[in-house]
């Protein structure tokens, strides 16, 4: 018995390599003293992720199969892969002045937290990349374990503390449930690789109940990681209560990297069976739509009103993949990217918002924005409206192009279905232009009650809330101190206008990680 | 500066000029405003005086590559239709623009930007040959549009803003997904994507998917119109927005819906056209009753002028679906005329306003007395506006009755009893405002000079129009009977 070593491609490697040497880096930056930290830290991380962007941009085109065909590189997972690492680039600044990462009174954690984020991101990355269900499973809890902990990472906020427990909870199970999925997959296929289960269900076992049972349970693992309704009960609330640059990762950045393997393991894994799955999907796209644009229409919560608005995105990019075709890829991948740069522009906003007043998330915080604050009313106000898919921002592109997917695969009923829930969203991303820029700011508040002390955190030196100033302290004068949120807002609302009047080269873009899996899509 | 360029100016420059609006010092804002829009309404009437009239096809026409995975091509063009659509747009938006001035509202940099942004749209709108950048711009008419009556309107502004928005937008939504039904269905026969109006109509659907397609378009431009059943968001909304945003909101806004029937249904879905012509007749002709009537029982004059907006433009639907060439060029000609009546209707009421601190009926009366000039102007209008012998409105109501008396006879009686009532409800409006015995709320005061500035013209423009309709019925004909034959000959089949 001989055993020859797999070849290692280290160029196509190179991105997962960086993160890797980055995350420990990182992490060893975060035992400097307090004073340099936050500097030398974010330096560190930025440069990672900025190196890794770079060698994903270097690496754009090339199409092979990596370590053994358990990862491919091609356009769609590097795209996914450019999505999340630009999220964590804008998550990085916003979570500087984060309780969760420099709390007034002890000693700032941000060598852990951002070595949590970049360990996420690494598993977005390698998620986006998987093509066999083994680095599928491990990519997969790659990216969910740091989340759980970076959700419950604001020890002082029971509602943090809350959201990491469910997260866990919820998430633990939807991925026992997609494991279980994949086991009946492995057992009806007799392969753990995409394109032998491909082979396999080609020859005939596209109606093997065994599998058919595979593919409902990973797909329901799947919606559980990307909230797509009726798998979506702990979004809102995982949302509201971690912190808020955690959120905003969270919200961008899993989305896509499950999209991209959502992608990959339907279209080539199972792509034989796509009358089978097809229209199962549709109705879970259906269900979401309706489900998340009703539910984010009272929401007096920014957070849980993206939280909302995310499931039923999601929902209209999962028509993308319902279309089963290189056009609906194409929209998918699109639409990502333009709802990356419209919802992190909101996050920004609400960021800023949560340190200047004390109304946190509230829709109240926001209002009378656009008299006082033009500079984070435009960005908030572009962001809704992209979201609502108005015209001139890029959210009209990405809803045209889904559109034009749905209805050339036949399913003209999904696109009206994109229609209708556009519609009454409407109703809750005005009501945030409403309030931004047509009623007036609200008064502030008494100083609230201190928070109590968490049960989870008891005892621990510090989750002694006395004598620590609850949040930042008072509000910094405006825009002195969160240039380096404005700035990121301001450039992702920018790309937002900009990819809504020129689309072309976001399209093109785009279009590779369709042309990639072009040989397995009809 | 070639004719191309004129076009694609003058559509870009409102919106320009209004991004120039943040950056010029604060008392600047205004004149670079009347500046902008004053270049528009220059190169818009360039654009007229420089029309071939006798022919039927696009004329400056630009048409560049934009989107090309998604078969979306940025082409303009005008023709007859849109020709005096885009003079009327432009010359209302500069009237406005300086009424506006006049009266500086508060963060009047985003009130002229969101101005700005509207002109652009509706232009936008008016000049598109791709189906898709028509549906784009007549989405986008909508954001400015909201963001002046919340921002700046009245009493219970917010929910009524919404209410319109959310309103229309169920329209074009809908629309849009038919616009790329219509682009990808059509691909088979024209070879690959393409969303360009000529394509389009080059090859139509089968029926089946036309009718389908023709009635999400249907209710699109209905509602924006609004035509009776699908009003709902009017009255709130006129309540509610300022003044001059209104002007253009009935005098322009509501064109688009009318418009788009003639550029958009009628030649890409001809047989659905023919099938719902009798649906399309009923709607109009039950909005000319209703508006009439409605607009003869309120006693705000904010909505007596808005249900009169409905009843007229039920007139021009009944003149387009009437599907013969005198109706749809009666409608091109009333499209301009009720624009031209309108608009100043809603600057008087700014007057009224003015000189009373109310808008209800019950509450003005006498002004005439010292304000003879404003009396005199608004007495124009109001003849125009019951289209009385004379006027251009007459001659497009005419032309209309005309096209349907030729098509079904039946809707063009009942139509007729709109243009008794119009007469009631003009003359009321004219006489409880302007005779009689003035409350004591009212102070008669003529007309200041700039106001007068801005009425004058449009009410000139009445006048001319009045002496020379022959100006728009000659350089629409060719383009109507283009669009109208393709539909006749499909009816007659």
């Known amino acids: 018995m001989s055993f020859t070593a797999p070849e290692v491609d280290y160029a196509g490697l190179s991105p997962v390599i960086t993160l890797t040497a980055g995350i420990c880096a990182v992490l060893l930056a975060g035992l400097v003293g307090e004073r340099r930290q936050r500097l030398l830290v974010s330096t560190l991380s930025l440069a990672t992720l900025a190196t890794a962007a770079g060698l994903c941009i270097w690496q754009w085109g090339e199409r092979e199969d990596l370590v053994a065909g358990a990862l491919r590189l091609d356009e769609l997972g590097l795209a996914g892969a450019l999505i999340a690492i630009l999220a964590a680039a804008v998550v990085i600044p916003l979570s500087w002045r984060e309780p969760a990462a420099e709390r007034p009174g002890s000693e700032p954690r941000h060598g852990e937290f951002q070595a949590l984020l970049l360990s996420s991101v690494l598993g977005m990355v390698l998620l986006a990349q998987a093509q066999n269900l083994v680095s599928f499973f491990v990519a997969i809890e790659l990216l969910s374990v740091p989340l759980y902990v970076l959700c419950g990472s604001a020890l002082l906020r029971r509602e943090s503390l809350e959201a990491g427990l469910k997260y866990l909870i919820v998430g633990s199970l939807g991925s026992a449930t997609l494991l279980y999925g994949l086991a009946f997959i492995y057992g009806g296929s007799g392969s753990t690789d995409f394109s032998g289960i491909r082979e396999g269900i080609a020859a005939g076992l596209a109606d093997d109940p065994l599998v058919l049972i595979g593919v409902a349970l990973a797909a329901t693992g799947l919606a559980f990681k990307i909230s797509i309704a009726p798998f979506h009960q702990w979004t809102p609330d995982v949302y509201q209560g971690a912190p808020t640059p955690v959120t905003a990762f969270m919200a961008v950045a899993t989305k896509v990297a499950a999209f991209c393997v959502f992608v990959r393991f339907f279209e080539v894994a199972l792509g034989p069976a796509v009358d089978n799955w097809q229209p199962a999907l549709a109705v879970l796209a259906v269900v979401s739509i309706v489900v998340g644009n009703i539910g984010a229409l009272g929401q007096d919560s920014l957070k849980r009103l993206l939280g909302y608005s995310g499931i039923a995105q999601a929902g209209y990019m999962l028509v993308g993949l319902v279309a089963a075709s290189e056009l609906g890829v194409n929209a998918l991948i699109f639409y990502l990217a333009t709802y990356a740069l419209m919802n992190l522009a909101a996050f920004c906003v609400i960021v800023v918002r949560e340190r200047e007043t004390e109304l946190g998330d509230d829709i109240g915080a926001v209002q009378g924005l656009g008299r006082d604050r033009p500079e984070l009313a435009w960005p908030l106000t572009i962001s809704m409206l992209g979201l609502a898919g108005l015209p001139a921002t890029a959210g009209f592109m990405g809803k045209l192009y889904l559109i034009e997917a749905a209805v050339d695969a036949d399913y003209t009923w999904l696109a009206v279905a994109i229609a209708i829930g556009t519609m009454i969203s409407l109703a809750y991303y005005l009501r945030v232009v409403a309030a931004v820029w047509m009623r007036p700011a609200v008064e502030p508040l008494g100083p609230e009650p201190a928070a109590e002390m968490p049960a989870m955190a008891g005892g621990s030196p510090q989750a002694d809330p006395q004598g620590i100033p609850r949040g930042d302290g008072p509000s910094p004068p405006p825009g002195t101190r969160c240039l380096a949120i404005l700035v990121p807002a301001g450039g992702l609302a920018a790309a937002t206008i900009f990819f809504g009047i020129i689309p072309s080269p976001l399209v093109d873009w785009a279009s590779n990680a369709g042309q990639a899996l072009a040989a397995f899509i009809p | ?493």
């Open chain 2, 1 to 493: 500066m070639g004719v191309r360029a004129v076009i694609q100016v003058m559509l870009w420059l409102p919106v320009a000029v209004g991004l120039l609006c943040f950056v010029v010092p604060r008392r600047a804002v205004g004149v670079s405003a009347i500046l902008g829009t004053g270049i528009v309404l220059g190169l818009a009437i360039a654009l007229v005086a420089g029309f071939h009239t006798a022919e039927a096809g696009l004329q400056h026409q630009v048409s560049e590559s934009w989107i090309p995975d998604l078969g979306v091509r940025y082409q303009l063009g005008v023709d007859g239709i849109s020709l005096f659509l885009v003079l009327l747009t432009a010359l209302l938006w500069a009237g406005v623009t300086v009424f506006s001035t006049f009266r500086m509202p508060d963060r009047r940099r985003i009130y002229f930007f969101m101005l700005g942004l509207g002109e652009t749209a509706t232009l936008g709108a008016f000049l598109a040959q791709d189906l898709l950048l028509f549906v784009l711009f007549f989405d986008l008419m909508l954001v400015p549009f909201w963001f002046l009556i919340g921002a700046f309107g009245g009493e219970n502004r917010i929910a009524a803003t919404t209410k319109m928005i959310v309103y229309t937008l169920v329209g074009s939504l809908l629309m849009l997904v038919a616009a790329i039904a219509t682009a990808v269905l059509a691909s088979d026969q024209v070879g690959h994507l393409s969303f360009s109006l000529a394509d389009l109509s080059a090859h139509t659907l089968s029926s089946g998917s036309q009718e389908w397609i023709f009635l999400f378009f249907a209710a699109a431009f209905l509602i924006k119109m609004p035509a009776v059943v699908v009003h709902g968001w009017l009255p709130d909304a006129y309540r509610a927005a300022p003044l001059p945003v209104l002007a253009l909101l009935a005098g322009v806004l509501s064109k688009v819906g009318a418009y788009g029937f003639l550029r958009v249904a009628l030649p890409l879905y001809p047989e659905a056209t023919v099938t719902y012509q009798e649906l399309i007749l009923a709607v109009g002709v039950a909005s000319i009753l209703y508006g009439s009537v409605m607009a003869f029982t309120q006693t705000n004059v904010r909505l007596i002028a808005g249900y009169s907006s409905i009843a007229q433009l039920g007139f021009i639907t009944i003149g387009i679906f009437s599907l013969r060439p005198d109706g749809a060029d009666g409608s091109v000609l009333q499209m301009v005329n009720h624009g031209l009546v309108v608009a100043p209707i809603f600057l008087i009421i700014a007057l009224l306003w003015e000189r009373s601190g109310s808008e209800d009926i019950t509450r003005l009366g006498g002004l005439a007395m010292r304000a003879p000039v404003l009396a005199a102007l608004f007495l124009i209008v109001t003849l125009a506006t019951l289209a009385m012998p004379g006027s251009a409105n007459f001659i497009g109501e005419f032309y209309i009755l005309i096209g349907v008396f030729q098509a079904k006879i039946v809707y063009a009686f009942v139509a007729i009893a709109g243009v008794a009532l119009a007469a009631f409800y003009a003359i009321r409006l004219f006489q409880r405002t302007m005779h009689g015995r003035p409350p004591e709320n009212v102070d008669s005061r003529e007309i200041a000079l700039r106001d007068a500035a801005v009425l004058a013209p449009l009410v000139a423009c009445i006048v001319a129009l009045a002496l020379y309709p022959g100006l728009i019925l000659s350089r629409g004909e060719a383009a109507v009977e283009d669009k109208v034959a393709a539909v006749a000959s499909e009816g007659d089949r």
